[in-house]
């Protein structure tokens, strides 16, 4: 009875182990996820995610290489790599930086593995950067800018994320500041009003870099912002010269360039713009810095 234990269980370590899943870089660049089901000198026959069986040649091979898993632990850590080491209590992980990472079973959220679909998609510009490779979770992708590495990339999630806080300066003094990026372009508008201060900017974005808590934009931009200015003029009659002081309320209607920076959620854009004013005696010239400060939350993010 012992015997035909220690075979079953030596049977089921071996099953296991050949139900891994594998990744098969081809010399024409395709990428395959699957089982490995057959072998032999020249072929090799794979059973992807989908159900299908697919017979490789082997001299079309470049690599064959352990399928990587992501480990997203309780605090929201991710870690991707391969698992070297499993027991009852930890993972031992390898990443792709080889080191070696010991996560705690009880700190584990979940493991995604990588699917075959998931290959299909394309890769973001944004995620080259082999720093940025475990900031989102998903999967599996060839990232030529990477020495050919794999690793996980987003797959049923879209970065696409709705911002909302508070900014100071331009266009109105205190603004409320709405916006929508996405994984590629945005859009936000910001306005204000404080008595005689009050204006509306609204800008079109080209999002240049997206992590978890990092964002980047540049933006054309369009608005008004309405001023109290205080001018000094010169009164004079037959006898002598007075100077006075006075208010005027300029309009300074302009479109520009900005760069917005967004880090967890402390907000800066600079530009510059160009415009009109609509009262003569302003002393408001054209071009004009723009600036705007303040706190911006990222929604819906993970």
């Given at each position: 009875?012992?015997?035909?234990?220690?075979?079953?269980?030596?049977?089921?370590?071996?099953?296991?182990?050949?139900?891994?899943?594998?990744?098969?870089?081809?010399?024409?660049?395709?990428?395959?996820?699957?089982?490995?089901?057959?072998?032999?000198?020249?072929?090799?026959?794979?059973?992807?995610?989908?159900?299908?069986?697919?017979?490789?040649?082997?001299?079309?091979?470049?690599?064959?290489?352990?399928?990587?898993?992501?480990?997203?632990?309780?605090?929201?850590?991710?870690?991707?790599?391969?698992?070297?080491?499993?027991?009852?209590?930890?993972?031992?992980?390898?990443?792709?930086?080889?080191?070696?990472?010991?996560?705690?079973?009880?700190?584990?959220?979940?493991?995604?593995?990588?699917?075959?679909?998931?290959?299909?998609?394309?890769?973001?510009?944004?995620?080259?950067?082999?720093?940025?490779?475990?900031?989102?979770?998903?999967?599996?992708?060839?990232?030529?800018?990477?020495?050919?590495?794999?690793?996980?990339?987003?797959?049923?999630?879209?970065?696409?994320?709705?911002?909302?806080?508070?900014?100071?300066?331009?266009?109105?003094?205190?603004n409320f500041v709405f916006g929508y990026t996405s994984n590629d372009v945005g859009f936000r508008f910001q306005g204000g009003y404080i008595g005689d201060i009050y204006g509306l900017q609204g800008n079109f974005l080209l999002n240049l870099s997206q992590t978890r808590n990092v964002e980047v934009n540049l933006g054309i931009c369009g608005g008004f912002t309405h001023l109290r200015e205080e001018i000094t003029r010169t009164y004079s009659n037959s006898y002598y010269y007075e100077k006075y002081t006075t208010f005027i309320y300029p309009t300074y209607s302009y479109v520009g360039l900005t760069l917005d920076v967004n880090i967890y959620g402390f907000f800066v854009e600079a530009g510059i713009s160009v415009g009109d004013v609509d009262n003569y005696l302003s002393e408001i010239e054209s071009p004009q810095i723009l600036f705007a400060i303040g706190y911006v939350h990222r929604f819906n993010k993970r």
């Amino acid at each position: 009875m012992l015997k035909k234990l220690c075979l079953f269980l030596i049977f089921m370590f071996f099953a296991l182990d050949a139900s891994s899943e594998s990744v098969v870089e081809l010399r024409s660049g395709t990428v395959l996820v699957g089982e490995i089901i057959q072998e032999d000198n020249l072929t090799l026959k794979l059973k992807t995610n989908d159900q299908v069986v697919v017979t490789i040649e082997k001299d079309k091979i470049i690599k064959i290489s352990n399928a990587k898993l992501l480990i997203i632990t309780k605090n929201g850590s991710r870690y991707v790599g391969e698992i070297i080491e499993e027991n009852d209590s930890l993972i031992k992980l390898r990443t792709e930086d080889d080191l070696i990472m010991e996560i705690p079973k009880s700190q584990i959220q979940d493991k995604l593995s990588a699917t075959t679909s998931d290959l299909n998609r394309p890769m973001p510009s944004y995620y080259t950067n082999s720093n940025q490779r475990s900031e989102w979770p998903y999967s599996y992708k060839q990232n030529s800018n990477a020495n050919g590495g794999l690793y996980y990339m987003p797959t049923d999630y879209n970065l696409g994320h709705y911002n909302a806080g508070i900014s100071l300066i331009l266009p109105g003094g205190v603004n409320f500041v709405f916006g929508y990026t996405s994984n590629d372009v945005g859009f936000r508008f910001q306005g204000g009003y404080i008595g005689d201060i009050y204006g509306l900017q609204g800008n079109f974005l080209l999002n240049l870099s997206q992590t978890r808590n990092v964002e980047v934009n540049l933006g054309i931009c369009g608005g008004f912002t309405h001023l109290r200015e205080e001018i000094t003029r010169t009164y004079s009659n037959s006898y002598y010269y007075e100077k006075y002081t006075t208010f005027i309320y300029p309009t300074y209607s302009y479109v520009g360039l900005t760069l917005d920076v967004n880090i967890y959620g402390f907000f800066v854009e600079a530009g510059i713009s160009v415009g009109d004013v609509d009262n003569y005696l302003s002393e408001i010239e054209s071009p004009q810095i723009l600036f705007a400060i303040g706190y911006v939350h990222r929604f819906n993010k993970r």
